[in-house]
């Protein structure tokens, strides 16, 4: 029953006290997330995970690339662990190093050595050593615009991994056209439409994230005839389109800051993961807040991690066998973690 596996967490944190640290992502469950000793957007709890050096063991209530950066930022005695190795996520899959360093080949030809790349944190480790190792950086949606800034110090074209959109929402905002970014098919291993090096200042990684996917300009055509108070909100994964569309757009912490400081009685739109916004119903009683979309959307790989794995996951500690420990090797890590370095000196 629930309240014997809630009293069971309650227990074993109490047990571990400062040497077990669960961060929790805000796209988690309630049942989870209540038992988080940090919430947070994917910066938010990089920063967490770099910063806590006193827990022995990390058990991170998130997705497969949040609990591998958690590992690059911390020492090796600090060993993380995810409740469910299912829990991945299916926009960091679409980058595959092997992928990449093929496509890269390609890119030295058309454009020399004029392109830093820079990669959403939502990637693997490979991908954010990769970027390490090539001079460029890791981006989160809350820093993806500095990070883009500081980028083109560094050079003069600049190769956005894996997510099209928040590569492409965020070089609008700094005014770069539509027409100086191409688009790079992995599968295809080839380039969509004309790579023109006169031309090109950004090139989009093909990836995208299936739930923010889910929200569309018809979604917000619609809502807009319904009710035209409703103010709409999104997250910088949704497409170009809608993000134009939409009144607003951020990361996770900045849609919750966005929403707190609204007035009373406000009505609010929110197209980002279900989780998310049926806890900023719950919460902000005081305002009117749906989802985007009515279907809601919900992350099914941040799903997987539920009450009955985050109590396995302790019960594992407690027997002296951690399970589902995340560990990158070493090369790979030292390589991710300048990458990482370069994006947390500036954030
Ligand atoms: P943020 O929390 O950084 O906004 O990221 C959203 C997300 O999709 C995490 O997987
Ligand atoms: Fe990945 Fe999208 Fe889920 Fe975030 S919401 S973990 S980007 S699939």
């Not at 629930?2 to 669960?22: C, N, P, S, W, Y």
């Not at 009505?267 to 979309?293: C, F, H, P, Y």
């Not at 991710?336 to 000196?345: D, G, I, P, S, V």
């Amino acid at each position: 029953p629930t309240e014997v596996m809630e009293e069971r967490v309650r227990e074993i944190k109490a047990d571990f006290g400062e040497r077990l640290f669960i961060p929790g992502h805000h796209y988690q469950k309630d049942e989870v997330i209540q038992f988080a000793d940090a919430t947070g957007d994917s910066l938010q709890l990089a920063q967490v995970a770099a910063k806590n050096k006193a827990a022995k063991f990390i058990v991170f209530c998130g997705v497969h690339f949040m609990a591998e950066t958690a590992d690059i930022l911390t020492p090796d005695e600090q060993t993380v662990v995810l409740p469910d190795r299912r829990a991945g996520c299916s926009m960091a899959d679409m980058a595959d190093i092997h992928q990449t360093e093929r496509a890269w080949d390609v890119f030295q030809e058309a454009f020399g050595n004029t392109i830093l790349p820079l990669t959403y944190v939502n990637s693997t480790a490979a991908i954010k050593a990769f970027c390490g190792e090539h001079g460029g950086a890791t981006v989160t949606s809350s820093n993806a615009k500095a990070m883009l800034q500081w980028a083109f110090t560094q050079k003069e074209r600049i190769l956005f991994l894996p997510d099209q959109h928040l590569g492409r929402n965020t070089a609008v905002e700094l005014g770069i056209s539509l027409e100086e970014m191409v688009v790079w098919d992995p599968i295809k291993h080839a380039f969509e439409g004309e790579a023109d090096p006169e031309k090109v200042k950004v090139i989009l990684w093909k990836g995208h994230c299936s739930v923010h996917e889910k929200f569309t300009v018809a979604n917000i055509e619609y809502l807009r005839k319904k009710d035209p108070e409703y103010h709409i909100i999104v997250h910088p994964e949704c497409s170009y389109e809608v993000v134009q569309a939409a009144d607003h757009a951020g990361s996770t912490k900045s849609i919750i800051e966005t929403l707190e400081a609204a007035p009373k009685g406000s009505k609010w739109a929110v197209g980002t993961e279900m989780n998310l916004v049926n806890r900023l119903q719950k919460t902000m009683t005081d305002k009117e807040i749906i989802s985007l979309n009515p279907m809601m959307c919900p992350c099914l790989t941040m799903n997987r991690i539920d009450l009955p794995h985050l109590v396995w996951s302790l019960e594992q500690l407690v027997v002296g066998e951690p399970t589902n420990i995340i560990k990158v090797d070493e090369h790979t890590a030292n390589l991710a973690l300048l990458a990482l370095e370069r994006m947390l000196q500036r954030a």
